[in-house]
């Protein structure tokens, strides 16, 4: 499956985004991940959404970012609001784990 992110962009401090990640696959049977990675930093989880929908988010994430899935669509989005300069990375989906997107930028300034 080839998994394509978009939405990142440029934003300032305290402004939100909203980036979607389109399979070209099913999803529906797949749990789905978003991950960043900043410039001299390791990969890192951001967001975990189950077959169900039940989410689950790393503390950096908590309270300000949301992932949502449309099995319909086979897509899987992030909001995210109030962003801080230390969100700004590049952010992949990943579906189970084991398909990777290309990411996309997003910078926080």
């Known amino acids: 499956v080839q998994l394509v992110e978009s939405g990142g962009g440029l934003v300032q401090p305290g402004g939100s985004l909203r980036l979607s990640c389109a399979a070209s696959g099913v999803i529906g049977n797949y749990a789905m991940a978003w991950f960043r990675q900043a410039p001299g930093k390791e990969r890192e989880g951001v967001a975990h959404?189950?077959?169900?929908?039940?989410?689950t988010y790393t503390d950096a994430a908590k309270g300000r970012f949301t992932i949502s899935r449309d099995n319909a669509k086979n897509t899987v989005y992030l909001q995210m609001n109030s962003l801080k300069s230390e969100d700004a990375a590049l952010y992949f989906c990943?579906?189970?784990?084991?398909?990777w997107g290309q990411g996309t930028q997003v910078t926080v300034s």
């Open positions: 959404i189950g077959r169900y929908g039940e989410p």
């Open positions: 990943s579906r189970d784990f084991a398909d």
